[in-house]
């Protein structure tokens, strides 16, 4: 950490300082350059992952489901047990 730090500074302090300006060009060129390399997903393969999605939607709040009803149900024999 402390290495990362020293040679950052001793970067920071021997790089020629940009005008303001021009970083932001230079920072807008580059979002675009980022931006060209997104892959969107075609129709197909959004249909597909949304159904998916669906899907374990519906695994999970069953298997929740079950899971909260077997724990409610020992709950209730536990709290009726009177000593």
Do not use: G, H
């Amino acid at each position: 950490m402390l290495l990362e730090m020293f040679f950052s500074s001793i970067y920071t302090c021997t790089k020629e300082r940009e005008s303001p300006v021009t970083n932001i060009f230079k920072f807008i060129q580059q979002s675009r350059q980022e931006a060209s390399k997104i892959v969107w997903p075609n129709r197909r393969e959004t249909i597909t992952t949304t159904v998916m999605v669906f899907i374990m939607v519906a695994i999970l709040s069953t298997f929740f489901l079950i899971t909260d009803s077997i724990i409610s149900f020992l709950l209730r024999i536990v709290l009726s047990i009177s000593f």
